[in-house]
């Protein structure tokens, strides 16, 4: 066996006894081989993907120590307090620790008796700190939180700079780069400042599955909220507004509904603030009303819910927000409430900037704006803007892949003289611009440049500059626009060529503004578990955590609790199974929820289920627990019932496309789809383009369209494929009984 091999195998097994995990998530084992053969290190993966264990498994491997540097007094704490109930050897030092209490850290660290040391920027670069690290091995050093290191990420630090001249002295430590909001501009500047190589980069996708996103209009944000939290009983969840009067005006609002909410805003003492986090936390509150300035380092995993009741500033906010919730792989809500009078606030806040910060901070607020007013799935936005393309036309997890798509009007003409403009004034100038000169303006910068005298002056007099500002922002959407990073002009692609020349056509909505929609309701979690069992587990964390003063998450996540109450393990060898149980946590509490399990399940006659499943499961157990079902699973089983496609768009009043998108993801969650004819047909296809494609799904699978829709030179479209990737893969996966086609 190679020393590789045995490297992975120990990783593996650190995984299952320490952490409780059976399997890596995507790219966790390869980052790990890599830091483990000492290779410096970025991981650009979303909040809730994996990072910590990234580091955390090669730490326990080391002969030495690592070193993870954070500007987070509460996440240091929490991955300190978690790893210490794992039985892992990890100190923090930071300034929020007693003289006692540093003092017994750092003897600790003398006596060689750490593994992980988690400290600030600030107290690495002290010269005691310094001293005290010289005589140790230092094995890794971990970079939390990377994206501080560059001058272009939101929160840039410039004590982050210095971490270069600490690595120059321990340069046998392998250096590692973690963060989760880096658009590819920062990206590099991180790999210069810390001179790594692009070949031990890894990216994951900054797409957040369990994430419902949903934006709505603004109308009555108090009401809207209220009806929006009746949704979440018991559960936790954040409220992100724009000014602290509005966190303490809509915090008393909801404490005068019976709401267990409390404020969080940088008005309230420190004292305030921090026992405040600490309730939420600690599950004794259930919702927090914040600024942004709540949430950073905020690890809590089972946040089922954020709010924003104001616009954030830019998708990078706005994404590391949301980012807080579902943090446990289970399904979590996000609501952005809209108003084009937030924009006119946070354009004054903007105006207050450098000409530089400026028109950095306007270019990032019209790319959430487009986020707001995209008709398309919402992820498409906020993925392009981290440099990432998502394949499919609809995720089916966010309001706009939902709801039925608005009513459109052919805006080729208004999008054909809005790019000759673009293309007239040489690509150098913004939306403004190009909106004054299409409507005439006689603006001292029109005249400067000469443009009063292009052929395309005054000829978009007829339409509304709000109209305008939002067809430019639909042209960046959807490809016919780049924007320069850096000065903001605007830049023609090859697909508005296109629409210049007439081969092909532009729609957009005939409005500025979206029509009220109504509120999507909260998505149910994927296992059928048994909610009375659920609650005495929580119950029993619950007490637990306050016996040894810790949050709850800390014994075990949610979702550990809901596959207890799907699985209903009685055996500790039937609990080693569930997520997030290892041999240390077995030792410490197994026989203490088994306790409350056994209890619950053997007079109900209850058995356990040995085998956990990875899809849902039918529930076998005598009382009957009412399940809620996504839609796409009743449609599923509409279908495998023998209606066609056509009779359940029809009953439902959807779209087919939007039936197909409900079977694709009822046949990707792991349930067998009848083969149906009627898929064949719906394509529109040859039968000789369709078994081209059948060749190719062979080739090159069939769960990413892309890659075929790339190799057909873009010739088949998406929703043709779509019909023939969905009976594909009911050939494979053939559904037991028979139906005839009606």
Known sequence: MTMNQKLINQSRQ?????????????????????????????????????????????????DGVTLVVSPLISLMKDQVEQLSELGVPAVVLNSSLTFQE????????????????????????????????????????????????????????????????????????????????????????????????????????????????????????????????????????????????????????????????????????????????ELFIRDDIQIIVATVAFGMGINKPNIRFVLHYDLPKNIEGYYQQIGRAGRDGLNAHCLLLFSYGDIKKLKFIID??????????????????????????????????????????KCGMCDNCETEPEDVADMTIPAQKFLSCVARTKELFGAKHIIDVLRGSKGSKVFRFNHQELSTYGIGKDISQTYWIFLSRQFIIKGLLKQDTQFGSLKLTEKAWRVMRGTEKFYARMEEEKPQQAMVEQKPVDLPYDHSLFSLLREKRKVLADQINVPPYVIFPDKTLIEMATYFPQSKECLMKIYGIG?????????????????????????????????????????????????????????????????LANELRIKVNTVISHLFKFATQ???????????????????????????????GHYQLKPIFDHFNEQISYDALRFLQIHYHSQQNPYNVEFSEN
């Open 102 to 277: 540093y003092q017994h850290n750092v003897d600790l660290i003398i006596n060689n008796k750490v593994k992980l040391l988690y400290l600030a920027p600030e107290t690495l670069l002290m010269p005691k700190t310094q001293a005290l690290l010289s005589s140790k091995t230092i094995s890794c050093l971990t970079i939390d939180e990377a994206h501080c290191i560059s001058e272009w990420g939101h929160d840039f630090r410039p004590e982050y700079r210095h971490l270069i001249d600490f690595r120059a002295k321990f340069p046998n430590a392998v250096c590692v780069a973690l963060t989760a909001t880096a658009t590819p501009r920062v990206q590099q500047d991180i790999k210069n400042c810390l001179q790594f190589e692009s070949s031990n980069e890894f990216i994951a996708s900054f797409n957040r599955t369990n994430l419902f996103i949903q934006i709505i209009q603004k109308t009555k944000p108090v009401n809207q909220a209220i009806q929006f939290l009746k949704q979440f009983p018991n559960q936790s969840g954040i409220i992100y507004c724009l000014t602290r009067r509005t966190v303490d005006d809509l915090t008393q609002r909801l404490l005068e509904q019976d709401f267990s909410v409390k404020p969080y805003h940088a008005g309230l003492s420190d004292s305030e603030r921090r026992i405040n986090q």
């Open 14 to 62: 650190i995984l299952s006894d320490v952490f409780g995990y059976q399997e890596f998530r995507p790219l966790q084992e390869k980052i790990i081989q890599n830091i483990l053969n000492k290779k410096d290190t970025l991981v650009i993966m979303p909040t809730g993907g994996g990072k910590s264990i990234c580091y955390q498994i090669p730490a326990l491997i080391f």
């Open 583 to 647: 041999i240390v946590k077995l030792k410490k509490y197994g026989q203490s929820f088994l306790d409350v399990i056994q209890t619950y399940c053997q007079p109900l006659g209850i058995k356990e289920k040995s085998e956990v499943m990875s899809k849902p499961i039918a529930s076998t157990q005598e009382k009957e627990i009412p399940i809620r079902k996504y839609r796409y699973i009743i449609i599923g089983e509409e279908f495998n019932s023998g209606k066609s496609i056509q009779q």
């Open 670 to 700: 792991g349930y067998a789809l009848r083969i149906s004819d009627e898929l064949l047909s719906l394509s529109n296809l040859s039968d000789d383009i369709q078994q081209k494609v059948f060749e190719q799904f062979r080739i090159l």
């Open 352 to 393: 207050q900037k450098n000409e530089n910060e400026k028109r950095l901070a306007i270019m990032h607020l019209n790319s959430l704006i487009a986020l707001v007013e995209t008709d398309e799935c919402r992820r498409k936005p906020i993925l392009n803007y981290f440099g990432e393309t998502y394949p499919d036309s």
